[in-house]
């Protein structure tokens, strides 16, 4: 029989970090969030969590230093692994706040785990993703630097690298959920006001039209997120993009309308 629902939580980098000062993670607002995620996961033995992490203002600052945008800038291996790096780091702190939480919490990176090709993903080794769900693990994983044979080195954002794991975890799961979890309330139109439902229909509009956020991002920010959103909606049971106030991902994984909602024209 398959497990009943997987939810895939991206905690986002600017609810996880200032976007506006390098390398500043936010120990309160994670931990609070660790504790949330503890408290789903004895709530409902059947739930089944995958956590992402955004780059915040540690792996975009750092990119931006450096000039890596994909593969346009194939001559900085120096570069290279100093994302990697520091996109580690911030990982890192995430999963220590889980694990003082109580949480069975484990770091898995993704630059092992993927190769790209032309700036896109090419193989994606998602066994031990799979491993550690079946054992009740939170795998944590977070945007990345990922070798590219044609160009050294591509930006996996989280965004995408939860497309390429649903597809791969699709079949073994009655429902997938998935929740971005940020610092505003959910998609902002240009008036700073929440966005309630995004379909495939008009996503192309309302993304001319969103709110300026602050902060370094070189993975084309809250546009790029409603692209890879509405190509999952169409495989995911929720798409999600709330913000991080204690309750709302709770409210978000029970599926009371919370944030804003993703949705695909193929669904009902």
């Not at 593969?71 to 990982?91: E, H, I, P, W």
Request: net charge positive; hydrophobic share 40%.
């Amino acid at each position: 029989m398959k497990p009943r629902q997987l939810v895939m939580i991206k905690l986002g980098g600017s609810f996880i970090t200032d976007k506006t000062i390098p390398r500043s993670f936010q120990k309160a607002m994670m931990q609070q969030m660790a504790a949330e995620i503890k408290n789903l996961t004895e709530c409902n033995p059947e739930l089944r969590i995958l956590v992402g992490n955004g780059a915040g203002s540690y792996g975009h600052f750092v990119a931006s230093q450096h000039a890596i945008r994909k593969t346009d800038n194939v001559g900085k291996a120096y570069g290279f692994c100093m994302v990697q790096q520091s996109v580690r780091q911030l990982n890192s702190l995430v999963v220590d706040s889980m694990l003082e939480a109580g949480l069975s919490a484990l770091s898995v990176t993704p630059s092992s785990m993927i190769i790209a090709s032309g700036g896109s993903a090419t193989k994606l080794f998602a066994e031990p993703i799979t491993g550690l769900l079946d054992s009740k693990i939170v795998p944590v994983v977070y945007g990345d630097i990922v070798y590219d044979k044609t160009g050294l080195a591509t930006i996996i954002s989280t965004e995408k690298l939860f497309a390429l794991l649903l597809d791969k975890l699709r079949s073994d799961y009655v429902s997938i959920s998935i929740i971005y979890v940020g610092k505003e309330d959910g998609v902002l139109d240009s008036s700073g006001k929440v966005i309630d439902v995004i379909t495939i229909e008009n996503h192309e509009i309302i993304k001319k039209e969103l709110f300026q956020t602050e902060g370094f991002d070189v993975t084309g920010g809250m546009r790029m997120k409603l692209d890879e959103s509405i190509k999952i909606a169409a495989t995911a049971k929720d798409v999600y993009i709330i913000g991080g106030k204690k309750g709302n991902l709770t409210k978000a994984v029970m599926g009371k309308k919370i944030g804003t909602r993703i949705t695909s024209s193929q669904k009902t």
